[in-house]
């Protein structure tokens, strides 16, 4: 018969404390809505045919046989890499894990974006995975600026209803003319609608995707209050699961003009099924919108005297 101790209570106690602090400190744990996974109607592409370094060329490491990469940051560099096309509207993807352990001031970013072709007025469109220090969790934030709009962020951000520094998740940006969506795990976190408000600072030229790490410490965790400790080092965000597909711009020619890189004559990303959101997305937009937005910069009075039009839009 088995002799109870107070001691093997006490050591039981404290370990389930423990799990209840831990689950608590993350907050509730959420199921998100079933939902058309976009992901599964693009073909994937292999890292070394479709990116070339952008920096950082010792710290980015092809894996899987070119189907994968390991971008690291340490003391010495962050690291990232860039398409070798520029695209005119399309889907795009990357599924990613993120480095573990205290990451404040590491900034992982999915984007797509033209500054070197168009410094003073360029477009982006970003997703932003923000570090954290201890018991807190990873933050994403998404931002758009189209025509060099810089002075005004378009920020919304957001806590992830799982933990990604474990397991690969898909990270998606659809571009067309018809509105800008942002996905998780193919649920749409949040849509810029193109219309008469946004228009002038909608993206509209061809853009290069990239995907980086970096040092950002002035300003990612908690405004800049905990920077990035070295001591953590090597960081370490791993990518696969690539998928690019667009209207691809012709490089021959400087007119808007450009060769689909899809067997369809039209554009892939233009036709009917991809001008506005399906119930199911829409149900998926208001439950992640709901349960995991914290900011959004259309709230922010604070911080816009007068809101930007798209913001007071009917």
């Given at each position: ?75 010495s ?5 860039v ?6 509207y ?8 993120l ?50 709009s ?12 799982f ?19 942002f996905?998780v795990?193919?649920?749409?976190i949040?849509e ?6 946004i ?35 090597p ?31 039209l ?6 099924e ?22 959004s910069?259309c ?8 809101l ?7």
């Amino acid at each position: 018969m088995a002799i109870f101790h107070p001691k093997h209570f006490l050591t039981s106690s404290i370990l389930v404390l423990g799990m209840i602090i831990e689950v608590y400190s993350r907050g509730p744990v959420y199921t998100p809505p079933d939902v058309e996974r976009l992901t599964d109607r693009f073909s994937r592409v292999s890292v070394d045919r479709s990116y070339n370094v952008f920096f950082g060329g010792s710290n980015v490491h092809v894996t899987g046989n070119g189907t994968s990469a390991d971008l690291s940051l340490d003391k010495s560099s962050g690291s990232g890499v860039v398409s070798k096309n520029r695209y005119n509207y399309g889907f795009f993807n990357a599924a990613i894990k993120l480095p573990a352990g205290f990451t404040s001031g590491v900034v992982v970013a999915y984007y797509l974006s033209n500054a070197d072709s168009y410094p003073h007025n360029h477009d982006e469109i970003d997703i932003e995975l923000l570090g954290h220090e201890k018991r807190r969790d990873w933050v994403l934030q998404t931002n758009i600026y189209g025509n060099g709009s810089v002075s005004t962020g378009r920020e919304e951000k957001f806590y992830l209803w799982f933990d990604p520094t474990q397991n690969f998740h898909d990270y998606s940006i659809l571009w067309n003319n018809h509105h800008i969506v942002f996905l998780v795990d193919n649920v749409p976190i949040r849509e810029v609608i193109h219309n008469n408000a946004i228009s002038t600072v909608y993206p509209s030229k061809p853009m290069s995707v990239y995907a980086t790490i970096w040092d950002g410490s002035e300003w990612a965790t908690h405004g800049g209050k905990y920077p990035v400790d070295y001591k953590f080092a090597p960081f370490v965000a791993s990518m696969r699961g690539i998928e690019m597909e667009g209207c691809v711009l012709n490089p021959k020619g400087m007119a808007p003009s450009c060769s689909r890189s899809s067997l369809s004559s039209l554009d892939p990303v233009d036709g009917e099924e991809f001008a506005k959101l399906s119930s199911q997305q829409i149900t998926g937009l208001n439950w992640a919108r709901g349960k995991h937005m914290f900011y959004s910069y259309c709230q922010d009075k604070s911080r816009y005297k007068v809101l930007p039009a798209e913001c007071t839009a009917t």
